[in-house]
């Protein structure tokens, strides 16, 4: 989720979710190789367990970048095979590897070498005409070649001229039935599922068919829902809002020591009480106030309805539907 799932955000998604495994935005291989790594790769240690997402079709590159972020501490180094936009396409990565299987496996076979932390794959069901069951059946069973074993799949197609990215994350169907498919075909794979699900319920219901779900911009609109699905899983989540407010005032507030601005940490927080009394003054107050230069962590704690109730009326919680903008 490129310029959304910065450092700041997956501290704020951690406080909701602490068992959650999160994703930092796709970073490109030749910025991680010859661009300023602390800016593009730091990351608070509350945030793990965290993903580093790359970009890029160079085995070479791939490896180097993968193990500098190894060298950094994530978890996990994912590589994007899913993003499917005009800059990407330009790129030779995202998407369009999906047409040249061997080279994808050749690029995860080249990261796995030089690190010990897992290395999956995220990627689509199908792209352009190459989009029948038997294509991604054999995408998948020559990537896996390259020992990767986890692969999170968003289940629609990608149109790699057409369609804007936003119309790639709308028009092409869901077909949650291909990902369930490929999970039997290969039973000793872990299959996550990414796409569409924006409630708890659906979350937890496609946990009966695969390993996993994966939340973009669902989670982004409406972050509650990472809560809600930890606790439908059984899982530790947020006790309430209130209380990710008051964390987030003092990190806030640490980051402003350090030369940082309130509007860095504040934005990622605007859809918090999606669907809650409240909501609308929550959204208005910060988005008019917190790019301001004198902005401090306080506006937070003002603004925040179960702080200082407002008597609004809850609005629609109605989600509108999005997926994760890497792809």
């Known amino acids: 989720m490129m310029d959304w799932t910065d450092r700041h955000c997956r501290y704020f998604h951690r406080l909701l979710a602490p068992d959650a495994l999160l994703y930092t935005e796709m970073v490109t291989t030749g910025a991680v190789v010859h661009g300023d790594r602390d800016r593009l790769l730091g990351f608070d240690p509350a945030e793990r367990p965290v993903a580093l997402q790359l ?18 501490g994530y978890d996990a180094i994912n590589l994007n095979v899913g993003c499917p936009s005009d800059r990407v396409q330009k790129g030779r990565f995202g998407a369009c590897l999906m047409k040249e299987p061997e080279l994808v496996r050749d690029c ?56 804007s990215p936003k119309q790639n994350r709308e028009i092409p169907p869901l077909a949650y039935e291909r990902v369930h498919g490929i999970k039997q075909a290969f039973p000793g794979l872990t299959i996550v599922l990414n796409g569409g699900i924006v409630d708890a ?23 509650w829902i990472l809560a809600e699905s930890s606790t439908r899983l059984g899982l530790p989540a947020a006790e309430s809002r209130s209380a990710v407010v008051e964390a987030m005032a003092e990190y806030a507030q640490r980051h402003i020591e350090t030369g940082g601005k309130l509007q860095q940490v504040a934005r990622h927080m605007l859809g918090l009480f999606h669907g809650q009394p409240g909501a609308r ?23 925040c309805p179960s702080l200082t109730p407002t008597g609004e009326q809850p609005e629609s919680a109605t989600v509108p539907y999005g997926v994760d903008r890497a792809g």
């Open 201 to 223: 319920d659906t979350a937890a219901a496609e946990l009966e068919h695969v390993d996993g779900v994966m939340l973009g911009r669902a989670a982004y609109q409406n972050p």
């Open 55 to 72: 970009g890029g079709s160079d085995p070479d590159e791939l490896a180097q970048a993968a193990a500098i972020g190894a060298r950094f």
């Open 281 to 303: 003054g929550w959204r208005q107050k910060l988005s008019q106030n917190m790019h301001l230069p004198d902005a401090s962590p306080e506006l937070l704690l003002e603004a």
């Open 108 to 163: 995860l076979s080249a990261m796995r070498e030089v690190v010990e932390v897992p290395v999956t794959v995220k990627t689509r069901i199908g792209v352009d005409e190459f989009d029948s069951e038997a294509f991604l059946h054999r995408f998948v069973a020559t990537v896996a070649e390259s020992g990767v074993d986890t692969f999170v799949l968003h289940a629609r197609k990608a149109w790699l001229s057409g369609l």
